[in-house]
């Protein structure tokens, strides 16, 4: 054989591999939804914050429930028609509400169990923090 036929067939050899790839590579939209993951289901979205209201002493709409799971990020608020000290028990976290101001609460749910909220200086109940594992 001679060096312009080996020339030849090297030439051809590498033609059909290019060919080969060019056919067989996956395109830019299924390689990008390969290797990038969806924004939206990866991140994650803050947790709702849920709103007391307190009028005359009272929660309006009856005792509150805030439930979460360990680890989860509670959000909670606590409007009040007069300014109180407003307490989450077990967390040990109080905040100051004012007329025009709510108390605004955000921590990470570390502890198990059911916790009282509460107007601090009158020891009323008005919401319970329930977080399970």
Same mark, same amino acid.
């Given at each position: ?24 590579? /996956? ?9 990038? @993951? ?5 991140? @994650?979205? /803050?947790? *709702? ?33 007069? /300014? ?17 101001? *709510? ?29 399970? /594992?």
């Amino acid at each position: 054989m001679s060096g312009r036929q080996r020339g030849l067939i090297v030439l051809v050899a590498a033609l059909v591999a290019v060919g080969a790839y060019l056919l067989l590579r /996956p395109d830019d939209k299924s390689s990008n939804k390969a290797t990038k @993951p969806n924004s939206a289901a990866t991140t @994650p979205q /803050p947790a *709702p914050v849920q709103k007391i209201q307190v009028k005359g002493g009272r929660v309006v709409g009856g005792l509150a429930t805030i439930k979460a799971k360990q680890g989860d990020t509670v959000r909670f608020q606590v409007s009040t028609d007069k /300014p109180h000290e407003i307490h989450l028990h077990g967390y040990n976290v109080a905040k100051n509400a004012t007329t025009t101001k *709510p108390a605004s609460f955000q921590l990470k749910a570390t502890e198990t169990g059911i916790f009282e909220i509460e107007i601090e200086d009158t020891s009323t109940q008005i919401a319970e923090l329930r977080v399970e /594992p």
